[in-house]
């Protein structure tokens, strides 16, 4: 189930961003997103604070009830929106390599049955 939801939030767009800054040299970004958790939006900070020229990446959700969050990014140097899309893209790309493996792997165990 998680499984799915993740590749629907990056493949198909359910995910609803209520609004979007950019700060004018482009390495500040702001989204505030609805429906989405921590499961989600730890993930994401996770990967961001993997890249070198992230200088910050977080957010905020006012109370656990609260299904508003606001996301921060700060780069050291490049656009935030690109540091954005290349993480959505390596975790859409780490999930694909895990579903490939986890069907292999059914496969196996199903033939054994």
């Known amino acids: ?3 799915w939801r993740f590749c629907a939030i990056l493949g198909e767009s359910i ?3 209520e609004s979007f800054e950019i700060a004018d040299d482009g390495n500040i970004l702001k ?10 939006l730890n993930l ?5 604070t ?10 905020t959700q006012r109370h656990p009830l609260e299904t508003r ?10 656009a935030a929106k690109d540091a954005l899309l290349a ?6 790309d780490e999930i694909e390599e ?12 199903e033939e054994k049955t």
Request: proline share 0%; aromatic share 16%; no cysteine.
């Open 1 to 3: 189930m998680i499984l």
């Open 15 to 17: 995910l609803d961003i």
């Open 31 to 40: 989204i505030t997103i609805s429906g989405e958790g921590h499961t989600f």
């Open 44 to 48: 994401l900070r996770y990967y961001l």
């Open 50 to 59: 993997t890249y070198d020229n992230i200088e910050y990446a977080g957010y």
């Open 69 to 78: 969050s606001n996301v921060f990014i700060k780069t050291n140097e490049g």
């Open 87 to 92: 993480t959505l893209q390596a975790i859409r």
């Open 98 to 109: 895990f579903e490939q493996k986890f069907k292999a792997e059914l496969e196996k165990y």
